[in-house]
């Protein structure tokens, strides 16, 4: 019998655990998800909520208006709405992916993923109730969001007026504050007008997918970032020397080639870089030496520091939501390895991501949470906190981080750097093309990655032009105008 | 504890802090079904008179339910208050959700409370077991039976019968009793034939498709087992047994292994058969902490939301804090079911009042489990909440069985007082003396 009572304690034990899990879980999952739950195309009520509820205005860091609403009023007191967007026709195309549409062209923007705000889902009793006294309609919260509408629209105008790219421009461009984390231009290309009711037909190239977030590319050239990072924290490989042949066979076989940028077989032209350290060796984007590293210090390093670096991870940004980077775990021959470290392979990632590890790198290691929501504000006028900058975690330690900033200054100003076209006069730029191939592509698409070095100006931009070239002729001149405009203001 | 004639100044008192709490509990439900039919009227639906009934009838029930029937027996009242509030918040939201179920389901709690009174009184009195066991043991496997005869299918399940014109589903009412037959035999140490019995009875639940309730019959009798031998070994065994008997039927019926594929990921098929899942997370999110308000939210979207899913229908209406608020009241309910058990002298009574508690947690566990996603879903009802006369009166028996059990315990340490149900603080007798 005394056993039996210590039995049916333990048995109460373990029935109040399960509960505590069913609590615990549930917060957990409602914490993360909840958002995320709400905001999908599948919540039958939002939609019906949106019949009765006008849309809070969404204006941009500078209080330029983004999108309002056009209420029709009837005679029995029903009323509709109707989206109005900026003046500004660029202005409208550059930031629809970033905000999404009414009708839900564009997914996991702003428009759906924070209709919480939108449609006062997030007003409290006494908003709803000083709303009831001073408004017959309800109206949702008004958003001010992180992002410049006055650039994006440059950015926009200075895409479509470049002739050399390819036509209609396919790619995206991502700007943020690298201190903070606010996101100032969420771009994809080739976009759409909001405003005008354009059926899908007429447009090419997928204008509702939203590249910059949920676009996957093989980040080519840029990843050497990630790859220098791990190489310098191995003791085989941070102050060595190599040399760059032109050719490297990672396996030995001549079918598994690792050639330089413009080496062309027919031609019989090989780029050789010759004797060269880390550093100099990213400055040109050497790809024998970054193929070789990433061998030599082999695939679990460099896929520990790519994990550091966000990849394989599920991201759960507040305000952003952004696909997940892969690095492949599948077939992990040399030959494959030798194609990751420089950005090849099946490595995925978005223009977002790759964004935010430059930011940490500007930021001594340390990766902020991308933001796009500054303030919200209830149609009674109150103010909401939500929440300033977050780091998010620190990808590399701060030491490396500046060895690479020194390595990403010199690939910018270098005698002999690849993005020479994005450097600034009198200002400190520091950046990374990348030239990445794709099966059945003509050109390679063309990245490039950088920030301005500098607290008074402490701006990261990615640039990705699909199908382009290289980085070093396309994107990054595209990088240094953005870069004089920020710098100029 | 409590022999003691001083309970005549408390009585002249109106307003002990229980009954202030059960005037609170029933001005919630009023209120609630005055709002619902004002809400009625408003959307032009002729059932608001109903609801101006209900909210006179609820809070009558809950009187009754909580403050009449000890009067009657010597019950734990906690227990009653708890497991009243619970039965009239399912009638809340059903009557919500579909005004004719809410009436029927109204009935069906009053039936309850009957048969929970019942039960009580039959464990309080019976004093020879042996010859009830046998009755009850037949009773059982004829009972379970049926619906492989008789039975008609839901979701996937072929469980319940119709018997002259009145459905009902038998799995429901044998957790009662063959609880109290494995518990005896257990008690008098006869462990093959527990097993076997409950050998007989998950054959035939597998048979019927029944899979929830044979989960829940299982890790039931598996607890009573363990407890009674303490054998981890046994433990262990029947777990791995569980876990094989998973997977046979994860191969064999291929609605479980679509209900597998869709708790790994319901988004994947939102549209068709994820769709339960993520409507129901979708009604949590919507909800928030603080809930839409009743009758403002759109829970109707949601299949079964009157039956299997009523919990995302709380959350969704009155709020994920109120959700767990409920959760925590069934935690309190199994708690003290387990504190019955452990002040009874007898092995029986133990091990049948453990048993009780940890069917009415372990059912509360797996389907709200498998409404946030955190187990696959399996088709058993929510205890006391959701819609179904059975599943209601069966859950309320089990209270009365745990009833049961306490008065006799308290009968068997005060065997003299005539009414000795009080069960105060001692400091408060003592603050009446001074």
Known sequence: MKQLRINIRRAAFVLAGLFLVLILYGGYALGNYGSRWFSTNANAYLRSVKNNVIPGDILDRNGVLLAGSEVT????????????????????????????????????????????????????????????????????????????????????RAVLADKSLPDPVRGAVVVMNWQTGEVLCLMSFPSFDPARDESLTSLTGQPYFNRATQGMYAPGSAFKIVTLSAALRNAKLQNRSFTCGGVYLPD?????????????????????????????????????????????????????????????????????????????????????????????????????????????????????????????????????????????????????????????????????????????????????????????????????????????????????????????????????????????? | MSKQKKRQPDQKKLLTPARQLIGLVMLFFFLGFLLLAAWM???????????????????????VGVLGIPRLFPGDRLLLSLANFLCALGVLILFRLNPYRGMRQTLAYFVGVVAMLLCAVFFRVIRKWKPWVILLMIISVVLLALPLVYG?????????????????QPSELVKISLLVAVCWLLSERKVIWAVGLTGVSLGLLMLQKDLGTALLYYGTVLTALWASTGSTLLLLGGMAGAAGGAYVGYRMFAHVKKRVA??????????????????????????????????????????????????????????????????????????????????????FYALLALSCSVMLGLQTFVIVGGNIKLIPLTGVTLPFISYGGTSLVSSLCLVGVLQGISARTQADLHPAPRRPQSSRPASRRKGGKK
Not at chain 1, 102 to 127: C, H, I, P, R
Not at chain 2, 153 to 158: F, K, P
């Open chain 1, 73 to 156: 009023v009837y005679q029995d007191g029903t009323f509709t709405w109707e989206r109005t967007y900026a003046e500004d026709e660029a202005v409208r195309r550059a930031n629809v992916h970033a905000l999404g549409d009414s009708q839900g062209k564009v997914s996991n923007a702003v428009e759906s993923f924070m209709a919480s705000y939108l449609y006062g889902f997030k007003q409290t009793v006494w908003d709803r109730l000083s709303g009831l006294m001073t408004h017959q309609m309800r109206k949702g919260d008004t958003l001010t969001l992180t992002l410049d509408a006055d650039l994006s629209g440059f950015i926009e």
């Open chain 1, 252 to 489: 030995g076989s001549e079918a598994h080639r690792i050639v330089d940028y413009g080496t062309s077989t027919a031609e019989g032209t090989v780029v050789s870089h010759g004797q060269s350290d880390l550093l100099r060796a990213f400055s040109v984007s050497c790809n024998n030496i970054y193929a070789y590293a990433a061998v030599e210090m082999g695939d679990d390093a460099l896929r520990a520091e790519a994990m550091n670096f966000g990849f394989n991870e599920n991201f759960l940004f507040r305000d952003i939501v952004a696909e997940n980077s892969s690095y492949p775990d599948e077939d992990r021959s040399p030959w494959e390895v030798a194609l990751t470290g420089i950005g090849q392979s099946r490595l995925q990632m978005s223009p977002l991501h790759l964004c935010l590890i430059t930011s940490a790198i500007a930021n001594d290691g340390v990766m902020m949470e991308p933001r796009l929501l500054k303030q919200a504000v209830s149609s009674a006028g109150m103010p909401r906190l939500t929440g300033s900058g977050a780091s998010y975690r620190r990808v590399t330690d701060a030491d490396t981080a500046r060895t690479v900033r020194d390595a990403m200054l010199m690939a910018v100003s270098g005698s002999s750097g690849t993005g020479g076209a994005a450097a600034v006069s009198g200002w400190t730029i520091c950046g990374k093309t990348g030239s990445a191939e794709l099966d059945g592509q003509a050109n390679t698409n063309a990245w490039f990655t950088g920030f301005i070095a500098d607290a008074r100006a402490p701006y990261a931009v990615t640039v990705l032009l699909e199908d382009a070239g290289s980085g070093g002729a396309y994107a990054a001149p595209l990088a240094g105008k953005i870069f004089k405009r920020l710098t100029s203001r």
């Open chain 2, 41 to 63: 009227r408003t959307e032009g639906s002729g059932d608001w008179t109903k609801a101006l009934i209900l909210a006179g009838a609820v809070p009558a029930l809950v009187y």
């Open chain 2, 152 to 168: 008609t299918e839901i979701y996937g399940a072929q469980n319940w019968v119709t018997l002259f014109g009145f459905g009902f």
């Open chain 2, 262 to 347: 869709v708790w790994q990921n319901p988004w994947a098929d939102r549209q068709d058969a994820g769709y339960q899942i993520v409507q129901g997370l979708i009604a949590i999110a919507n909800g928030g902490l603080w809930g839409l308000g009743l009758g403002l939210g759109n829970p109707k979207v949601i299949p079964a939301s009157e039956n299997d899913y009523i919990f995302t229908v709380i959350c969704h209406e009155f709020g994920v804090l109120f959700g767990i608020v409920v959760l925590l009241i069934y935690l309190a309910i199994v708690l003290r079911g387990i504190s019955i058990a452990r002040r009874t002298d007898s092995a």
